[in-house]
Each structure stands twice: as structure tokens, then as C-alpha cells.
């Protein structure tokens, strides 16, 4: 139904900046929120903030990241981003964009995920 695609991961110095996106292909037309979610290394998989595809309103903000992540949409390129600012060791984690799509019942579609490294 829906593709989705993350880059712009990548290793970061503590305080740095990181912009990930998620191109998203197929059935676009469907898409009613997007999210990103993230999963350290042996810990469960967390939300992390979520936009709404047709309005562009952010939806939600994990409060680790509130202040510090910006979450938008290019719906011209049906293109989600996560621009991730003063980043610390904790935000290290595989990154995974997720769509949720009209009369689903929850995120099904992921993408295959971006490593993000904050280094000390």
C-alpha cells in the first residue's frame, strides 16, 4: 500500500544537528498521520513525535525530545523530516519512520530504519 524510506542518519558529536527523512511512495493519497519512532539497543521501540499528513500539524512530542525536535512534512515530495537539534548520547537509536493510514487501526507501514550515533 505505502513505501517508506529513511536517511540522513549518521554518527554526531553531543550538541549536534541531524535531519532524518521519509519518503514515502505508493498509496500516499491514504496517509492520515506519520510518525517517527525509535529503538536503542536493547530497548523497546518508542514513539518519538507524530504530524498530521494533510494539515501539517504536529500532532505530539515525546517530552525527552520537546524543544529539541522539529517534525515536518513536504507533502510535494510525500516527504516527512525529523530535524533533531542539541542531540545527546541518549538520543543514539535506530530511527524508524511509520505511516498510519485512513480507517487503520494504528502505524503499519515502516520504513527500514536510520542509525543515528551521538558520541560523548
Known amino acids: 500500500q505505502v513505501q517508506l524510506v529513511e536517511s540522513g542518519g549518521g554518527l554526531v558529536q553531543t550538541g549536534g544537528s541531524l535531519r532524518l527523512s521519509c519518503a514515502a511512495s505508493g498509496r500516499t493519497f491514504r496517509i492520515y498521520n506519520m510518525a517517527w519512532f525509535r529503538q536503542a539497543q536493547g530497548k523497546e521501540r518508542e514513539f518519538v513525535t507524530a504530524i498530521s499528513w494533510w494539515s501539517g500539524d504536529d500532532l505530539a512530542y515525546a517530552d525527552s525530545v520537546k524543544g529539541r525536535f522539529t517534525i515536518s512534512r513536504d507533502n510535494t515530495k510525500n516527504t516527512v523530516y525529523l530535524q533533531m537539534n542539541s542531540l545527546k548520547p541518549e538520543d543514539t537509536a535506530v530511527y524508524y519512520c511509520?505511516?498510519?493510514?485512513?480507517?487503520?487501526?494504528?502505524?503499519?507501514?515502516w520504513g527500514q530504519g536510520a542509525q543515528v550515533t551521538v558520541s560523548s
Open positions: 511509520a505511516a498510519h493510514l485512513k480507517d487503520d487501526g494504528g502505524y503499519k507501514y
